[in-house]
């Protein structure tokens, strides 16, 4: 069954550091996100993308937070100046339709710990 | 402010029995209500979706109800298993102006024993 993958599962990283969580999609989906987790805590929505533009975002995701898609595979996100309130965990999804009863597969997610 | 609340906020149970877990929802505009399963260290796995006009929705022992004029769901596991033991989350979709945006539930914790 095709997933979602997602790199690295784990990474650690001092206060100020930039990261790129990194993401592969499913190979004929279009529509692509991040979520993340916050431990103990309820997944929350930080961005939607479509047709290499951002169609919609949290308000969590500032200026700090960037997504891109630098070729036909892969899905980035990018946290310029990591804050310690940034670790969490980072899931990518994505969807072959971005409306209706449109089925989201989640990566196994990006442990994000921030020192 | 949209929001997603469950009950309980965890389950205890013995293996083969039966289980229901809760959800009440404000969200506005709706578009769609799903369950999703997440194990531990986890992404969430997808079990239903339900549309407005559904009242109800089978994947195997999963069962979901949906009455959209009191704004609750609920999941109902059968002949519950060890593998069940997991997260279970109420997830609503929001129609947006860039699609569907997902506002999940706290989830169940939901752990099964022998």
């Known amino acids: 069954e095709p997933e979602v993958t997602q790199t690295p599962s784990h990474q650690v990283t001092q206060m100020g550091q930039e990261v790129i969580l990194r993401c592969v999609p499913i190979?004929?989906?279009?529509?692509f996100y991040w979520y993340r987790q916050i431990l103990g805590q309820k997944v929350e929505f930080l961005v939607s993308?479509?047709?290499?533009?951002?169609?919609?975002k949290s308000e969590i995701f500032d200026d700090q937070f960037s997504v891109e898609r630098p070729d036909g595979s892969n899905f980035t996100l990018k946290i310029r100046s990591t804050k310690l309130e940034d670790s969490a965990m980072y899931f990518c999804?994505?969807?072959?339709?971005?409306?209706?009863?449109?089925?989201?597969?989640f990566g196994a997610g990006s442990r994000l710990t921030v020192l | 402010k949209n929001q997603v609340e469950q009950s309980p906020q965890s389950l205890i149970i013995l293996e083969g029995k039966n289980c229901t877990l809760q959800?009440?929802?404000?969200?506005?505009?709706?578009?769609?209500l799903r369950w999703y399963k997440q194990d531990t260290g986890r992404g969430p796995v997808s079990l239903t979706i339900?549309?407005?006009?559904?009242n109800t929705k089978s994947n195997g022992r999963y069962t979901a109800t949906l009455d959209a004029d009191t704004k609750q769901s609920s999941l109902h596991i059968t002949a519950s298993q060890l593998s069940d033991s997991a997260s279970y989350i109420c997830?609503?979709?929001?129609?947006?102006?860039?699609?569907?945006?997902?506002?999940f539930g706290t989830g169940t914790q939901l752990k099964v024993e022998l």
């Open positions: 959800c009440n929802y404000t969200v506005s505009p709706f578009s769609n």
């Open positions: 190979s004929n989906h279009l529509y």
């Open positions: 997830v609503v979709s929001v129609i947006t102006g860039g699609g569907n945006k997902l506002t």
């Open positions: 993308f479509y047709n290499n533009e951002i169609s919609e």
């Open positions: 999804a994505s969807s072959k339709t971005g409306t209706g009863a449109n089925v989201l597969t």
């Open positions: 339900m549309t407005f006009s559904e």
